[in-house]
């Protein structure tokens, strides 16, 4: 019994020994190494930089700017700024694949997730145009141009119709199809499985 638990004494001194060993080194490693003063390169973003991409809009509409935009208009803004790469009318198109994915529900047999059958918020559409597109010139829209091609792709989608006005009023209020599918994840931890 009694050299059992002197084994088991030297195990664990041995063991706060080389945590101990480990918190120096460690200490001594990141006390060494300074962080240098630049990397060489970068530059530091200007105010307008910042303006750029430092918005937020939210499900509520919360964040949209004045404005407003038609589906008529958006479709010209498309064919010039988005058609190269989502193609004439953002469908998927069988057996080709275009640099961007599908904007557009297609057939029903497509299962390709699109705004129409997968985003559960219009504000979203917005919100992303604004921040990423066109992906060769991101930030490059104005926000009319933005809430056009927010109406065009909607009515494409048969979200809303073909005349309707967006803006900040309006937008907030189109229900997309694909809310219903989600719900809250109220999961506390564990496995449970939604
Ligand atoms: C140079 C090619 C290119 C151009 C031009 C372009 N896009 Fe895209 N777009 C992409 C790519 C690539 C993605 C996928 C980006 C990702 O998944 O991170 C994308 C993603 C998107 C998405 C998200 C689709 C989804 O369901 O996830 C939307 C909406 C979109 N583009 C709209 C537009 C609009 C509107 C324009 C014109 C103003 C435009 N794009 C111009 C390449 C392009």
Known sequence: MQGKLRIKAVYVVVLIGALLAIFLIFRLWTGNVKEPASFGFGKTATASEIAAVDFDIRPDGKGLPAGSGTA??????????????????????????????????????SKAKTIGNYWPYATTLFDYLKRTMPY?????????????????????????????????????????????????????????VK
Do not use: W
């Open 72 to 109: 008529d208009t958006g479709r010209l803004i498309y064919i010039a700024k988005c058609a190269s790469c989502h193609g004439e009318n953002g469908k998927e198109v069988k057996g080709i694949k275009l640099p961007g994915p599908p904007l557009v529900t297609g057939t029903a047999k």
């Open 136 to 192: 060769n010139a991101p930030g490059s829209l104005t926000d009319n141009e933005v809430y056009s091609l927010t109406a065009y792709l909607l009515s494409a989608n048969k979200v809303i119709k073909e005349n309707a006005i967006i803006n900040a009023q309006s937008l907030p209020n189109v229900v997309m199809p694909a809310k219903k599918l989600f719900v809250i994840d109220d999961r506390k931890g564990g496995n449970e």
